[in-house]
């Protein structure tokens, strides 16, 4: 059964301390992970997609990287308004749908 | 250029009465999703549908939940006879293409049901 598990649930970070999210999946034949943040009581906003593992892309402090089994959300030098929750999820095999797992809730303290 | 608008964003019904959710998607996308977001929990699949068709309705509750994406007009979630574990947050969103684009997100409607 398709699986994505996020790591930690919860991490509270100072201003300007860089830290990594950790996305592991379980799926036959990844055909993309997505990374997705959540401010609270708003949906959830796209930031990226990535297809094949040694893939990575950049927006602003944000980096998101692959490998065949997870992926890795890094947040250099993070700022107060990066707090939200990260959401990972993962298009594999023959399903149309996302599969999510529960996020985690940053907080970025000045 | 509007984003994925839903309506309404707050819904309170009492249990035994109907909830419909509605769901326009971004200009261009012909292809929507419907997810529920429980609290505490991570966002659940329900329907992917295109225009006048179901394409996958693996997620959805065998009883008391339709969806519908007719050829004119928004895309229809609809709930009957609420109970109270049907109190969510529900999210539309729409592609462009087929499943393996990204996914835009509406705002979600919040179902209260009392």
């Known amino acids: 059964e398709d699986q994505v598990t996020q790591s930690p649930e919860a991490l509270r970070l100072q201003e300007g301390e860089s830290s990594s999210l950790n996305c592991s999946y379980t799926?036959?034949?990844?055909?993309?992970l997505f990374w997705y943040r959540q401010d609270p009581g708003k949906g959830p906003e796209f930031l990226f997609t990535?297809?094949?593992a040694g893939e990575e892309k950049e927006k602003e402090r944000l980096k998101a990287t692959l490998t065949k089994k997870e992926s890795f959300l890094h947040i250099t030098a993070p700022k107060p308004e990066d707090s939200a929750t990260y959401l990972c999820?993962?298009?594999?095999?023959?399903?149309?749908?996302?599969?999510f797992g529960t996020g985690t809730l940053l907080a970025v303290q000045p | 250029n509007a984003g994925v608008m839903q309506n309404p964003r707050h819904l309170v019904r009492r249990r035994g009465q109907e909830a419909r959710l509605r769901c326009s998607p971004m200009?261009?996308?012909?292809?929507v999703y419907w997810y529920r977001q429980l609290p505490e929990e991570g966002l659940k699949f329900m329907v992917y549908?295109?225009?006048?068709?179901?394409?996958?309705e693996s997620g959805m509750p065998k009883e008391r939940f339709s969806a519908e994406f007719p050829k004119e007009g928004p895309s229809i979630l609809r709930i009957q006879q609420v109970v109270r574990g049907d109190s969510a947050a529900y999210f539309c969103?729409?592609?462009?293409?087929?499943?393996?684009?990204?996914?835009?997100f509406g705002p979600g409607t919040r179902l209260t049901v009392l």
């Open positions: 969103a729409s592609s462009p293409q087929g499943a393996l684009n990204e996914q835009f």
């Open positions: 799926v036959s034949g990844l055909r993309g």
């Open positions: 990535l297809y094949s």
């Open positions: 999820a993962v298009h594999g095999g023959a399903t149309n749908k996302l599969i």
């Open positions: 200009k261009g996308h012909s292809h």
């Open positions: 549908l295109q225009k006048e068709n179901i394409i996958d």
